[in-house]
């Protein structure tokens, strides 16, 4: 069983950047493929970056390309999302995931592991 804990979110003005980090808990992390996911009030909650086991390949949605860095720390089982050029419409609460299957990209049914979720606002 991993659980994951988010921590970065904040309130930043459009144009700004936060870090999100997401604290796993076991030894085998590196193992899991690892997603960050976000949930905009009146919206389905998608997966916005991945991050898969091996190789290190990341996979970014269309909204957040370029904006959007997702890294991961296997020794110290932590995954980090930078974001810069933060818009108001990424506003949303996001989370961290996690999935030991086979690596499912950017579709949430890939990964059975679900942090509690971080707040990040972005004022205009």
């Known amino acids: 069983q991993v659980q994951l804990v988010e921590s970065g979110g904040g309130l930043v003005q459009a144009g700004g950047s936060l870090r999100l980090s997401c604290a796993a808990s076991?030894?085998?992390?590196?193992?899991?493929?690892v997603g960050w996911a976000r949930q905009a009030p009146g919206k389905e909650r998608e997966l916005v970056a991945t991050?898969?086991?091996?190789?290190?390949?990341?996979v970014y949605a269309d909204s957040v390309k370029g904006r959007f860095t997702i890294t991961r720390d296997n020794a110290k089982s932590t995954v980090f999302l930078q974001m810069i050029g933060l818009r108001p419409e990424d506003t949303a609460v996001y989370y961290c995931a996690a999935g030991s299957g086979t690596w499912t990209s950017l579709r949430a049914n890939g990964y059975e592991h679900w942090g509690q979720g971080t707040q990040v606002t972005v004022a205009s």
């Open positions: 991050i898969r086991a091996s190789g290190g390949v990341t």
């Open positions: 076991g030894r085998t992390f590196g193992w899991y493929h």
